[in-house]
Nanobody
Framework: QVHLVESGGGLVQAGDSLRLSCAASGRAFSTYTVGWFRQAPGKEREFVAAIRWSGYTYYTDSVKGRFTISRDNAKNTVYLEMNSLKPEDTAVYYC????????????????WGQGTQVTVSS
């Protein structure tokens, strides 16, 4: 069982930065793939980034070069550093965890946080 809690969202202006955190409780968190997803009003939840237990990372094209996912297994925490934010990045951001997955679709993940709102004004 894994429990996830996101934090770090807020209201920022275009071009600003934010760092989201996903704090986990539960056994063997370091063995999980952790992903970040986002959902804007009226849209489906979409993949943003993921990091495997090995540290391998991957991103959706729209955030490459702007967002960085990382993990600190000693703290059971995964981060999403978001730079050069754009209004189209506005959404509720969720972290999710799963084992033995590729990790780009929501259905692969068994554990989800409650989400944190990110709003980017123009």
């Amino acid at each position: 069982q894994v429990h996830l809690v996101e934090s770090g969202g807020g209201l920022v202006q275009a071009g600003d930065s934010l760092r989201l955190s996903c704090a986990a409780s539960g056994r063997a968190f370091s063995t999980y793939t952790v992903g970040w997803f986002r959902q804007a009003p009226g849209k489906e939840r979409e993949f943003v980034a993921a990091i495997r237990w090995s540290g391998y990372t991957y991103y959706t094209d729209s955030v490459k070069g702007r967002f960085t996912i990382s993990r600190d297994n000693a703290k059971n925490t995964v981060y999403l550093e978001m730079n050069s934010l754009k209004p189209e990045d506005t959404a509720v951001y969720y972290c999710a965890a799963g084992q033995y997955i590729i990790g780009v679709t929501p259905s692969e993940y068994g554990y989800w946080g409650q989400g944190t709102q990110v709003t980017v004004s123009s």
